[in-house]
């Protein structure tokens, strides 16, 4: 060997060396810089969370996720990815404290990432507090201060312009402008002050390079369960969330209202929506959006399914939050092919258990969870080798709205061993407390059982800008009934005023061809009736799905019960549709809650108590000082009639009001009520129920005027009340004073509200002929001289008798022309005046028959 290849060896064996010791190297610093991470996030806050080894693996597993650029900004996993926990950051001594930073990046697919993302490098971390606790998170809005193209794109459903204002890092967050990059945080589902720096999201708007400190008290009532946090930039929300910038938040204490759920496994599942690639926009089968689980895409068209790794045959507590922004769930947990019973103990973070239904739990095999909604459930996990799944139903959202397919969200994969694993891709999972003491959800307590001060009638509603073009851009609205529909704009006055203290009821009707979400900030609601039917719901929700309109028949509705009594919500916030493709263009509207004001108190009178459809009443209502009796309220009334609103509200004048009206309601027995609205001083009240009873249908006719000869033709209106439909026979009947004449009525039966004909003939004068009484006798006098002459005619010698046979024949002739004379009269026909023809109507039959007359007056001249 020479030297030369003895050289060439040396360093060839120097240089693996050299590998070896740099990536032992490398290796010690990466391990050196996972502890100094780890002490960063135990240390950097006061009260923060100690960050677990679960977290740190979902860093890792975070960083391996793929090649895509944007990972490094906002992680993204693989499609068909173990599902990992979200990371978590508990309170600690009564506060957690976290910073966030907004960001904002673009994958490989042009697709538009947002995320929070935590000083320590944690992505949306579930934020888990406990009753009475501080929350306080350090907002930074690192957004570009110019928008992307898709930003901007995001933008063209906004119904407000941008402002001209200062929009730097310099003006205040507190009372901000809307520019392309702003944004905010919503605590969705929490009951805290509507005010800037807690959960305030018209005007609190922070600008691209701005910082906001959010500090949340969190009540010490609030329910136990599951909340969630995400941008509310009206106009851009929809961008903002789609693209990710979500997290859940859990107040802690669920297995002390349910006891049954102590120590059992808990896992959280975040589901969102996210847009398609434009490379699929021409597929006629495509969702209108993809759909992902813990930042796990499923994405069209193969749908590649999560995957749930559990350990086999045990319960589970399972919290999941639609924080999609359109997309509308409908869940099933499958095993075999069979749709599981699953135990939900909480909807939209209030506990069954915490109702005055007096149930634990109720048992479903679907659970219908519209965006913004959230449901913790009881699930037995599968046995090793079932095939099991959880899916999202195909739902229906109308003509006009969004298709959302079937879907396998994930599978679920049985194994022993699964929670005691140390695999970065290990699905981690936490455990509930295994000790609870028992205790009672205060808030929203007896509910249903509470006096409603107010019931009110909103609606959904859409127009095209464009109503000959299916395909122009849609303006949405949400509208109290006796207002103009309008888009929500940013400077508005509110649309509704309440007082702290009390609770109202509202029928939310959907008027649009496509579903719409009903939500509201700052408090709950509980769903009394769907469709006008009672329902018995132990759930306390803060989201509800409106079905579609099908174009004819009733409205779909809903009747809530909304509970101000909460002092701490005070001020003014919003309820919109929590599809926010539709909030972000116009349906939504604001609400300011005062304080609690002095009682007031509303007698009212009606000047009938039954009355015909579309008949005439008046109605007066008297408002005073409930203590005092002093007519010193202002304000408006509005008159109601089972709840909905008649005519547009009356202004008080020295404590009164008066509307005249018809009404057009349901037959049979009603209710007219008064609201008075209240103002800033005095709180509202109803009066008593004012009984009206409505007939079934009713005729009416101002009749008709005819020459005499001619046909007198009146038209009578049928009215009938609403939802009659049985066909109405109709009949008329004259008066035995109008002879000569004859009535009917065309259409003879109709059905419903319309109108018929009734046509009367009379009869013209006309000339009568009559004979002689004796006229025979005469007549016969002159046939027998007629004859006798002809006798004479043919005797012979006639010129002999000539002058007798003329003077005979003469004479026969006028015996004759005597007979045959009469006299001539005239009949006057139908005599002139007024008359009264009775039109009957008559529906049913048996004991269900129902009539209704009509006199109509008919003038002949």
């Known amino acids: 060997m020479n030297s030369r290849t003895q050289i ?21 610093i990466l391990v050196l810089s996972l502890c100094s991470g780890m002490a960063m996030a135990q240390n950097a806050h006061a009260g923060r969370g100690a960050m677990s080894a679960q977290d740190m693996a979902k860093m890792v597993a975070q960083a391996d996720s793929g090649s895509d650029a944007a990972d490094q900004v906002c992680a993204r996993f693989a499609a068909g990815a173990v599902v990992s926990a979200p990371p978590e950051l508990k309170s600690s001594n009564g506060t957690l404290e976290v910073t966030f930073k907004f960001l904002t990046t673009t994958d490989s697919q042009g697709l538009v990432r947002y995320c929070y993302v935590t000083d320590t490098g944690l992505e949306a971390p579930t934020l888990r507090v406990n009753p009475g606790d501080t929350l306080i998170i350090h907002f930074q809005n690192d957004l570009p201060a110019t928008s992307t193209a898709s930003s901007a794109d995001s933008m063209a459903g906004m119904k407000m312009t941008l402002s001209a204002k200062d929009t730097s890092s310099s003006s205040s967050a507190c009372n901000g402008v809307m520019s392309a990059n702003a944004s905010n945080i919503h605590f969705h589902g929490m009951n805290v002050a509507p005010v800037c720096g807690q959960d305030e999201v018209v005007r609190t708007l922070v600008q691209p390079g701005q910082s906001l400190d959010y500090s949340i008290q969190i009540p010490a009532n609030e329910p136990p369960g599951l909340y969630w946090y995400h941008p509310h930039p009206h106009g851009i929300s929809e961008g903002q969330v789609q693209g990710g910038a979500t997290g859940a938040l859990i107040v802690e204490g669920l297995q002390s209202v349910d006891t049954a759920l102590a120590g059992l496994t808990e896992r959280t599942f975040v589901l969102r929506d996210q847009v398609l690639p434009t490379s699929e926009a021409n597929d ?30 045990q319960q589970e507590l399972w919290r999941v939050a639609n924080t999609a922004a359109d997309t509308i769930m409908d869940l099933q947990y499958i095993v075999n092919g069979t749709a599981q019973a699953v135990q939900v103990v909480a909807i939209d973070g209030y506990p069954i258990a915490a109702g005055s239904s007096g149930q634990q739990s109720t048992s479903e095999t679907s659970i219908l969870l519209p965006p913004g909604a959230r449901t913790e459930f009881v699930v037995t996990t599968p046995n090793v ?91 949405f609205f949400i509208t109290e009934q006796g207002q103009q529909p309008a888009a929500f704009t940013m400077d508005q006055a509110p649309n509704i005023v309440v007082h702290s203290g009390t609770v109202e009821d509202w029928v939310i009707e959907n008027h649009a061809t496509e579903d719409h979400i009903f939500h509201i900030h700052q408090i709950h609601f509980q769903v009394l009736e769907k469709n006008g039917v009672a329902i018995n719901d132990p759930a306390i929700r803060d989201t509800v799905d409106l079905p579609y309109w099908s174009g004819t028949g009733a409205y779909p509705s809903v009747k809530v019960r909304m509970d101000f009594r909460d002092s701490n919500i005070i001020g003014t916030f919003v309820y919109h549709c929590h599809i926010l493709q539709h909030e972000d263009a116009g349906m939504m509207g604001e609400i300011q809650v005062l304080p609690a004001g002095s009682a007031s108190s509303t007698t009212a009178t009606a000047s009938v108590s039954s009355i015909t459809p579309d008949g005439t009443v008046t109605m007066t209502a008297n408002v005073v000082d409930a203590a005092t009796g002093a007519t010193t309220p202002t304000g408006s009334v509005q008159f109601e009639l089972n709840g909905l609103n008649v005519g547009d509200p009356v202004t008080l004048v020295n404590g009164q009001a008066v509307l005249t009206t018809t009404i057009d309601g349901s037959a049979g027995s009603s209710n007219l009520t008064a609201f008075y609205q209240g103002d800033t001083n005095y709180t509202e009240s109803v009066s008593a129920a004012i009984p009206l009873t409505i007939s079934d249908f009713a005729l009416s006719s101002s009749g008709a005027t005819a020459a005499v000869g001619s046909a007198a033709i009146a038209t009578v209106t049928v009215n009938v009340a609403d939802g009659y439909t049985t066909p109405i026979n109709l009949t008329c009947t004259m008066p035995a004073s109008l002879t000569e004449s004859a009535c009917f009525v065309n259409a003879s039966s109709i059905t419903g509200t319309g109108q018929v004909s009734l046509t009367v003939n009379t009869t013209p004068a006309h000339p009568l002929s009559s004979m002689r009484s004796n006229g025979s006798g005469w007549l016969a006098a002159g046939g027998g001289t007629t004859l006798a002459s002809l006798v004479l005619l043919v005797l012979p010698r006639r010129k002999r008798y000539s002058g007798f046979l003329l003077a005979l024949m003469s004479m026969g002739i006028f015996f004759a022309a005597i007979g045959c004379s009469g006299s001539t009269k005239t009949d006057p026909g139908t005599a002139k005046g007024l008359y009264t023809v009775v039109v009957t109507g008559t529906a049913g039959t048996g004991s269900s028959q129902v009539q209704s007359s009509v006199n109509v007056p008919i003038t002949v001249q």
């Open 284 to 313: 006629d089968n495509i969702p209108a959006w993809d759909l992902s689980i813990n930042y796990v895409p499923v994405t069209y068209p193969g749908y590649t399914p999560a995957v749930i790794q559990t350990n086999p045959g």
């Open 385 to 475: 080798g079932d095939q099991a799944q959880l899916v999202t139903q195909y739902w229906n959202t109308g003509p006009d709205g969004d298709y959302d397919p079937t879907r396998t969200i994930a599978t679920i994969v049985s194994q022993n061993g699964v929670e005691n694993s140390t695999s970065a891709t290990a699905s981690v999972a936490t455990r509930m407390a295994s000790s609870a003491t028992p205790a009672k959800v205060k808030r929203f307590a007896a509910l249903a059982q509470a006096t409603p001060a107010a019931q009110r009638n909103l609606y959904f509603s859409e127009v095209l800008l464009d109503p000959t073009d299916p395909n122009s851009p849609t303006t």
């Open 8 to 28: 060439h060896l040396l360093g060839t064996r120097e240089r693996l060396i050299l590998q070896v010791i740099s990536r032992v190297f490398c290796f010690a």
